[in-house]
């Protein structure tokens, strides 16, 4: 009986795990952490691109972990096929830390997957540790098992109606899973003559923010991670740099760019709150904040801060969102001013940056 015929897809009721990689000691490594896993389990195990495609059209996974680098078919060109063979899948990247490796993550989110996992160098067992981690979390939170439906979750209305929204001086946006390519769509839509400052954190690595502001950059805006000290200017677009929390100190008429690698907050570094909180103290309710698809909670204590300051929040979707976490939690905490989908988000900055 072939391994397909003896599996058995809705057995535990578990998310299911399709690993490929053409390294048997990570085949074996990875599938020990998902099977050591109470919430998840493993579908199959493949060595190259060829056979997890064939693999994901016969099992259905709820989730691929896919290495980049493989013979015969690597992950990049592996991962379309995957997901036509398997629409349902999420599809994680499995990418080293290197210029290359963020290079190629950054193509593979723009092509569909929903998010990566940096691999650790070789030997770097503390590395090795914090990817399981990682890995295991994301595979969790990206689940379609895992989302609650929509009639299950408190009614979340925006709560803004009766709150002016005067034109702002200033955006910050934060995001997390999903958050690359939903930068993108929301960067696009924004003027290239905007007037206005743009601060993002993006949870990521170094090197990855390095290539994420490079292709922001492609949006129409200037974009580049952040200096410290640097002076914010008008119509230019700054990225927290990885590991480095991206906050903002008024200094005369303007304002500088600080970054610190102080603990982290919410488990990440760069987070989202202390940029809003920063940048609320400094602008008040000339402040525009925005959430994106994330895991966790990382932004609403700054929402928090930036509705106190007089700001307006924007929210993204459920719906829309890879991971309803980050928005979620500013939405169900009532401190969204709007709630919209995604391709709704750019706009409505435009058209508030056009002041009505």
């Not at 000691?25 to 060595?47: I, M, P």
């Not at 969790?140 to 609650?148: D, F, G, N, T, Y």
Request: charged share 25%; proline share 8%; net charge positive.
């Amino acid at each position: 009986m072939s391994a397909a015929a003896q599996y058995t897809p809705d057995a535990s009721g578990k998310p299911r795990v399709l690993i490929i990689d053409d390294s048997a000691v990570v085949r074996g490594l990875v599938a020990r952490w998902v099977e050591g896993d109470s919430r998840l389990e493993v579908a199959a195990t493949c060595a190259d691109g060829e056979q997890g495609v064939r693999r994901a059209k016969e099992l259905q996974p709820d989730l691929v972990v896919l290495d980049v680098e493989m013979p015969r078919m690597d992950g990049l060109t592996a991962l379309p096929l995957i997901l036509k063979a398997a629409p349902r899948a999420r599809v994680i990247m499995a990418s080293t830390l290197t210029r290359k490796g963020g290079e190629v993550t950054m193509r593979a989110l723009s092509l569909g997957a929903a998010d990566y996992a940096p691999k650790p160098e070789a030997g770097r067992v503390a590395g090795a540790e914090t990817y399981r981690i990682e890995l295991l979390d994301k595979l969790v939170a990206l689940s379609p098992r895992q989302k609650v439906p929509s009639a299950a979750r408190p009614r979340v209305a925006p709560v803004s109606a009766a709150r002016p929204a005067p034109r702002p001086g200033l955006i910050a946006i934060g995001s997390s899973t999903g958050g690359p390519q939903a930068l993108r769509d929301v960067m696009s839509a924004i003027p290239r003559d905007c007037r206005v400052p743009v601060l993002i954190t993006q949870h990521m690595p170094k090197l990855f923010t390095a290539i994420l502001a490079e292709h922001l950059s492609k949006c129409g805006l200037p974009a580049a991670e952040a200096k410290h000290n640097e002076i914010i200017k008008p119509g230019r677009v700054y990225v927290a740099p990885g590991d480095w929390h991206m906050t903002v100190r008024r200094e005369g008429a303007g304002l500088v760019t600080q970054l610190d690698q102080g603990p982290q907050i919410n488990f990440c570094r760069p987070a989202v709150d202390p940029l809003f909180e920063t940048c609320a103290a400094a602008m008040g309710r000339n402040m525009l904040a925005v959430v994106l698809t994330g895991m966790g909670s990382d932004g609403r204590e700054g929402a928090r801060a930036v509705r106190e300051a007089g700001g307006q929040v924007i929210a993204q979707d459920q719906q829309t969102s890879v991971v309803w976490g980050m928005p979620g939690a500013v939405a169900e905490a009532g401190l969204a001013d709007e709630i919209l989908p995604l391709k709704d988000i750019g706009p409505d900055i435009a058209r508030r940056l056009r002041g009505v």
